[in-house]
């Protein structure tokens, strides 16, 4: 089936410098691709849409400046979290469809990455 | 906008019994799209099952059915013949249904996290 691969799997990095996780869908061509973060113990919070080849969408009170969003390909989307602070600290989790309308085989997630900033 | 309630924080089933996790949600939207969701220890996000709204058939996936009770806007998940693998955080979440971009935009509830006893 098709897969979603987010790299990295864990980061840590130290307040003020920018960290980059992608998103990829490995063998299909994803035009939309979301961002979540999710806290401990609580349920994922939808951060921006991306569209291939246009600007993301964000969700209210997201900054669109810290959280950069680029989808510049089919099969890549990436989230840079600039000047990083330890507020956020979280696990960063992607997902990917295929078409314009959801069926079990074509919308997938990425296996997360946990953020930590010191 | 769509807002989905888990009122069960935490559940615990003995291995083979069969256990029931509810989800009610609030939409104006008469055609969507309801998911189970599964989120083991490792984290990643697993589907479990899915529901059409327009479908009034209950879906059924192996030991894992759903009660859709849309006048009610009811969605819950039972899980039969529990097994220790079973042991994880599930999200009931919702989907429009309409064409486009992004047309896949999920709403999570907050969770529930079952734990299956040997």
């Known amino acids: 089936g098709a897969v979603v691969s987010q790299h990295p799997s864990w980061v840590i990095c130290k307040s003020g410098t920018s960290v980059k996780i992608e998103c990829r869908s490995l063998?299909?061509?994803?035009?939309?691709m979301f961002w979540y973060r999710q806290f401990p113990k609580q349920s994922l919070m939808l951060m921006a849409t991306?569209?291939?080849?246009?600007?993301?969408?964000?969700e209210q009170g997201v900054e669109k400046d810290k959280f950069l969003i680029n989808h510049a390909s089919l099969t890549l989307s990436t989230l840079t979290v600039t000047s990083a602070h330890p507020e956020d600290s979280s696990f960063y989790i992607c997902?990917?469809?295929?078409?314009?309308?959801?069926?079990?085989?074509?919308?997938?997630f990425g296996s997360g990455t946990q953020l930590s900033v010191l | 906008a769509q807002t989905v309630t888990q009122s069960q924080p935490e559940m615990s089933v003995q291995e083979a019994e069969t256990v029931t996790l509810s989800c009610t949600y609030d939409?104006?939207?008469?055609?969507?799209?309801l998911f189970w969701y599964k989120q083991p220890p490792s984290r990643q996000m697993i589907l479990v099952i899915r529901?059409?709204?327009?479908?009034?058939q209950n879906a059924t996936e192996n030991r894992f059915s759903v009660n859709f009770q849309k006048a009610a806007k009811s969605f819950s998940l039972k899980i039969s013949d529990s097994q220790l693998g079973d042991t994880a955080m599930y999200f009931c979440?919702?989907?429009?249904?309409?064409?486009?971009?992004?047309?896949?935009?999920?709403?999570f509830g907050k969770g529930t996290k079952l734990s299956v006893i040997p």
């Open positions: 939409t104006s939207e008469n055609n969507y799209y």
């Open positions: 979440a919702f989907m429009k249904h309409y064409s486009g971009a992004g047309s896949y935009q999920l709403t």
């Open positions: 991306s569209n291939e080849g246009s600007k993301a969408t964000y």
């Open positions: 063998d299909f061509q994803a035009t939309t």
């Open positions: 529901q059409e709204a327009y479908k009034q």
């Open positions: 997902s990917a469809g295929t078409g314009y309308q959801a069926t079990n085989e074509k919308l997938f």
